[in-house]
């Protein structure tokens, strides 16, 4: 099945920093989301991004399909920001289940 | 505003019961899911539904059974609850064909006790 990696692994961050959160996946893919997952155990959409770019307030999001990775910045970060950020992908030509890598745990500090 | 919600946050049961968890979505999506989420394991798909009463397995469906009698409500039950099975659950829902977005429902964690 379809591998997807997700670096790094652990990033603490002190408030207003920014930083960039990779996914690599091993296939094409027809779908990929970016969740976030707060400490309260809720996932949270924050992109469906298979290609391109897009933006939303101080998160943004660009995929290379090409090139089968994604990247997920995160500017001027904030405390609420925490949480678990997990890419998922599925398999271009199917219709099946999302594919989940390991996330990113992220810690942002005061 | 696509809405999952799950019956319950928090649940707890004794080993050998019986156990139903409820998720309804509110935007008339074909596909819904059921995962569960373990430190170190990530998330893991037990069961999902592409259409009412149909079902497929999913990576680890042993110990789990589901129904789906309407669109909008999509169950997962633990037939013989065993302490391996406390976890977090999380349901999900999505429209049908190759694009579109995956909701998911703020999770049930259940302890086994």
């Known amino acids: 099945g379809i591998q997807v990696e997700q670096s790094p692994p652990d990033l603490i961050l002190q408030e207003g920093a920014n930083s960039t959160l990779r996914c690599n996946f091993s296939d094409s893919v027809n779908n990929l989301q970016w969740f976030h997952q707060n400490p309260w155990g809720q996932l949270i959409n924050l992109f469906y991004i298979p290609s391109g770019t897009k933006q939303n307030g101080r998160l943004s999001a660009t995929t290379v399909a090409t090139e089968r ?16 950020y997990f890419c998922a992908v599925r398999l271009a030509g199917t219709a099946s289940k999302l594919t989940f890598g390991t996330g990113t745990r992220l810690q942002v500090t005061l | 505003d696509v809405k999952v919600t799950q019956s319950s946050r928090y649940l707890v049961k004794r080993t050998g019961e ?3 968890l409820e998720c309804v979505q509110d935007m008339d999506h074909e596909n819904m899911f059921w995962y569960r989420q373990d430190p170190g394991l990530g998330l893991r798909l037990i069961y999902f539904s592409y259409d009412v009463k149909m079902k497929e397995k999913g990576d680890i469906p042993e110990g789990y059974s589901v129904s789906r009698e309407k669109k909008e409500r999509f169950s997962l039950i633990l037939e013989s609850a065993s302490t391996n099975q406390t976890s977090m659950y999380l349901c ?3 429209s049908s064909g190759t694009s579109g977005t995956q909701f998911f429902g703020p999770g049930t964690r259940l302890t086994v006790l």
């Open chain 1, 69 to 84: 990775y994604s990247l997920l910045y995160i500017s001027s970060s904030q405390t609420t920001d925490s949480g678990v």
């Open chain 2, 92 to 94: 999900a829902s999505r």
């Open chain 2, 18 to 20: 019986k156990v139903f």
